[in-house]
Nanobody
Framework: QVQFVESGGGLVQPGGSLRLSCTASGISINIHRMAWYRQAPGKRRELVAM???????DYLHSVEGRFTISRDNAENMVFLQMSGLQSEDTATYYC??????????WGQGTQVTVSS
């Protein structure tokens, strides 16, 4: 059974940084595009960053230059380094595959709250 476990969220002041981690099991991420998504209260889940199996990345325009996605295939993990955090980044963050169907089930996510 595929499972994603996200961690690393928390409460941070505007301008601060966090590093999110995602541990995958039941799936070998090395052959998949992987992504971080987020969902704020009352809003739809949105794609934040994607990394291909070859390591190339794409970002939501509003996080470009502030967030960096990376992967460690040997550890079956995906990371999201976030800096310059803004209140608009407050959301629950999830990792999952990107454009792979059927998409595996979503994990619990990790809450990121940006507030002074």
């Amino acid at each position: 059974q595929v499972q994603f476990v996200e961690s690393g969220g928390g409460l941070v002041q505007p301008g601060g940084s966090l590093r999110l981690s995602c541990t995958a099991s039941g799936i070998s991420i090395n052959i998949h595009r992987m992504a971080w998504y987020r969902q704020a209260p009352g809003k739809r889940r949105e794609l934040v960053a994607m990394i291909s199996d070859g390591g190339s990345a794409d970002y939501l325009h509003s996080v470009e230059g502030r967030f960096t996605i990376s992967r460690d295939n040997a550890e079956n993990m995906v990371f999201l380094q976030m800096s310059g955090l803004q209140s608009e980044d407050t959301a629950t963050y999830y990792c999952n595959t990107h454009r792979f169907y059927p998409q595996p089930p979503w994990g619990q996510g990790t809450q990121v709250t940006v507030s002074s």
